[in-house]
């Protein structure tokens, strides 16, 4: 560390001491646990401990992908993940941009207000709400298909080819306010000289959102997919653990309810650890290229 390096920490002292307790964080609850990936390469013992459970190399990696059930629940993940990503992922941006043309402040904030609170709402809760809505047991919506519209109850929750939208519809009700928080933060930094001056040469309330609006938060809306892509192979494990039921089990069972069956209630615990690696490898895999691609097409990109 050079001389002019070690000034600037000793005059910012207090503001790298503030540091310590994220640094330690990532330090004991996400880098140290990834000793434990040695397992995905072990046939783990507890008795013997990472260290002392033999080596198998690739075998539990060559079992998953040899396995029967490997590309239903490959595409469960990705399916599920898609629809989030197609109709979730543009609603906070919608939102974000309804709000920022709303100049009743009141109003506003109360609006806010009412599509934040779902977030806070723990995933038991929305599913039991949904339950409530929709079982074919005296559920609200099923009981007003069959005494308004003289049809037979839908089997909402437990149907194959409801699964989906139930997911989707529940992600968007839940996490489509919290996520407008971010958006808002990059529109609050638009320059109101701008739309003035927009207003001046005639512009129109669309043109303004297309034209200043729109490219003001590109960048943040960019950066938010290339992570979002990073958890494409995740979606959701309380979410569709909750879901999930003997009826809807061959479309809702996807890669995190199966390290969860396979490493606790089988106890297959290698092999849950490589389905793990497996999963956090392609995440890593498609943060880069999304990275990479942003970067081709004149975006800054996250790394």
């Given at each position: 560390?050079?001389?002019?390096?070690?000034?600037?920490?000793?005059?910012?002292?207090?503001?790298?001491?503030?540091?310590?307790?994220?640094?330690?964080?990532?330090?004991?609850?996400?880098?140290?646990?990834?000793?434990?990936?040695?397992?995905?390469?072990?046939?783990?013992?507890?008795?013997?401990?990472?260290?002392?459970?033999?080596?198998?190399?690739?075998?539990?990696?060559?079992?998953?992908?040899?396995?029967?059930?490997?590309?239903?629940?490959?595409?469960?993940?990705?399916?599920?993940?898609?629809?989030?990503?197609?109709?979730?992922?543009?609603?906070?941006?919608?939102?974000?941009?309804?709000?920022?043309?709303?100049?009743?402040?009141?109003?506003?904030?109360?609006?806010?207000?009412?599509?934040?609170?779902?977030?806070?709402?723990?995933?038991?809760?929305?599913?039991?709400?949904?339950?409530?809505?929709?079982?074919?047991?005296?559920?609200?919506?099923?009981?007003?298909?069959?005494?308004?519209?003289?049809?037979?109850?839908?089997?909402?929750?437990?149907?194959?080819?409801?699964?989906?939208?139930?997911?989707?519809?529940?992600?968007?009700?839940?996490?489509?306010?919290?996520?407008?928080?971010?958006?808002?933060?990059?529109?609050?930094?638009?320059?109101?000289?701008?739309?003035?001056?927009?207003k001046l040469d005639g512009a129109s309330r669309f043109q303004q959102i297309w034209?200043?609006?729109?490219?003001?938060?590109?960048?943040?809306?960019?950066?938010?997919?290339?992570?979002?892509?990073?958890?494409?192979?995740?979606?959701?494990?309380?979410?569709?653990?909750?879901?999930?039921?003997?009826?809807?089990?061959?479309?809702?069972?996807?890669?995190?309810?199966?390290?969860?069956?396979?490493?606790?209630?089988?106890?297959?615990?290698?092999?849950?650890?490589?389905?793990?690696?497996?999963?956090?490898?392609?995440?890593?895999?498609?943060?880069?290229?999304?990275?990479?691609?942003?970067?081709?097409?004149?975006?800054?990109?996250?790394?």
């Amino acid at each position: 560390m050079s001389g002019k390096t070690w000034r600037a920490v000793k005059r910012n002292k207090s503001l790298y001491f503030m540091l310590i307790p994220g640094i330690l964080f990532y330090v004991i609850f996400k880098y140290g646990p990834m000793v434990g990936l040695i397992a995905a390469f072990k046939e783990y013992q507890p008795f013997l401990g990472f260290f002392g459970s033999p080596w198998v190399g690739f075998k539990h990696f060559q079992r998953l992908f040899g396995s029967g059930s490997f590309l239903r629940i490959m595409k469960n993940t990705l399916v599920i993940s898609g629809l989030n990503l197609f109709f979730y992922f543009p609603v906070p941006v919608i939102i974000a941009l309804l709000l920022n043309e709303v100049r009743v402040n009141w109003f506003k904030r109360l609006v806010q207000t009412v599509i934040y609170i779902p977030h806070f709402l723990s995933w038991v809760v929305v599913v039991g709400i949904c339950y409530s809505l929709f079982t074919t047991d005296g559920g609200i919506i099923n009981n007003f298909i069959m005494n308004v519209f003289r049809r037979d109850a839908v089997d909402f929750m437990g149907a194959e080819a409801w699964l989906r939208p139930m997911v989707v519809f529940q992600n968007i009700w839940k996490e489509s306010g919290w996520g407008t928080i971010i958006f808002l933060a990059a529109l609050a930094g638009v320059d109101i000289e701008m739309y003035e001056a927009a207003k001046l040469d005639g512009a129109s309330r669309f043109q303004q959102i297309w034209y200043i609006t729109l490219p003001a938060i590109k960048a943040t809306v960019i950066t938010m997919l290339i992570i979002r892509m990073g958890s494409i192979m995740e979606a959701g494990f309380d979410q569709m653990f909750l879901m999930q039921n003997a009826t809807n089990r061959q479309v809702s069972q996807i890669i995190d309810t199966y390290v969860y069956q396979m490493g606790m209630k089988n106890g297959q615990l290698s092999f849950a650890t490589a389905v793990g690696l497996f999963k956090s490898a392609i995440g890593l895999v498609l943060v880069l290229v999304s990275d990479r691609f942003a970067k081709k097409i004149g975006e800054e990109g996250i790394l």
